[in-house]
């Protein structure tokens, strides 16, 4: 059983900045994916990372300031979110996809994740 661990959730300002982890237990996983479910929405796929390769994808909504990056040598991979807005409220989960070699193709979607994490909550609120 793999295990997710995110941290680095809170409350922050409007044009603020964060950076959330994702800490997997073992290494055997193919890609992570970040979800948010922002109040009384569906959840949605922002970003996603190939462990092979570093290979990325992102939503167009969060496209230039979302970054997705990894350290393989800790399994640890993170989501810096850059010019906080209301609407990135929510609670961020990552996820694990350890059945597809393919990795990060694509934007990521619910069924393809094998492990969730138990998500951290972002507010940004002045």
């Known amino acids: 059983q793999l295990r997710l661990v995110e941290s680095g959730g809170g409350l922050v300002q409007p044009g603020g900045s964060l950076r959330l982890s994702c800490a997997a237990s073992?290494?055997?996983?193919?890609?992570i994916a970040w979800f948010r479910q922002a109040p009384g929405k569906e959840r949605e796929g922002l970003s996603c990372?190939?462990?092979?390769?570093?290979?990325?994808y992102y939503r167009d909504s969060v496209k230039g300031r979302f970054i997705t990056s990894q350290d393989n040598d800790k399994n640890l991979v993170y989501l810096r979110i850059n010019s906080l807005k209301p609407e990135d409220t929510g609670v961020y989960y990552c996820?694990?996809?350890?059945?597809?070699?393919?990795?990060?193709?694509?934007?990521?979607?619910?069924?393809?994740?094998?492990?969730w994490g138990q998500g951290t909550q972002v507010t940004v609120s002045s």
């Open positions: 996820a694990a996809d350890s059945t597809s070699p393919l990795g990060c193709r694509g934007p990521p979607r619910d069924y393809e994740q094998d492990y």
């Open positions: 073992r290494s055997d996983y193919y890609a």
């Open positions: 990372i190939s462990r092979r390769d570093g290979d990325t």
